[in-house]
């Protein structure tokens, strides 16, 4: 069984920085592609940012380029979300989830796709003030 636990989210202004983690419990953590998920208000899930199981192959939403970097370190078991320069329309829940590679190649084809992620976090609200 995997569980995932987030924290580091707040609230803040715009322009500020934030640092989420991921803290990933379970068995076999290089296993897992991980992601990050948001949820705004109103809004559906969207992907954020994904990374491959040896950190090797990392991904982020084009809105979010130059400004969220995603890291993982498989010592920790745990994945890091890095938000910088943020903006009120980064206002969401943010989560992170697990996808099972084990040796199967499916995190380029999968790292935005909510529905193959076997295990999700509980969330943490980031709230950016203008």
């Known amino acids: 069984q995997v569980q995932l636990v987030e924290s580091g989210g707040g609230l803040v202004q715009a322009g500020d920085s934030l640092k989420l983690t991921c803290a990933f419990s379970?068995?076999?953590?290089?296993?897992?592609?991980m992601g990050w998920f948001r949820q705004g208000p109103g809004q559906e899930r969207e992907p954020v940012a994904g990374?491959?199981?040896?950190?090797?192959?990392?991904n982020i939403i084009d809105s979010a380029k130059g400004r969220f970097t995603i890291s993982r370190d498989n010592g920790k078991n745990t994945v890091y979300l890095q938000l910088s320069n943020l903006k009120p329309e980064d206002t969401a829940v943010y989560f992170c989830?697990?996808?099972?590679?084990?040796?199967?190649?499916?995190?380029?084809?999968?790292?935005?796709?909510?529905?193959?992620?076997?295990?999700w976090g509980q969330g943490t609200q980031v709230t950016v003030s203008s």
């Open positions: 989830a697990a996808l099972y590679e084990g040796g199967i190649s499916i995190y380029d084809s999968s790292w935005d796709q909510a529905a193959k992620y076997s295990y």
């Open positions: 379970g068995r076999h953590f290089t296993s897992w592609a």
């Open positions: 990374i491959n199981w040896n950190g090797l192959r990392t």
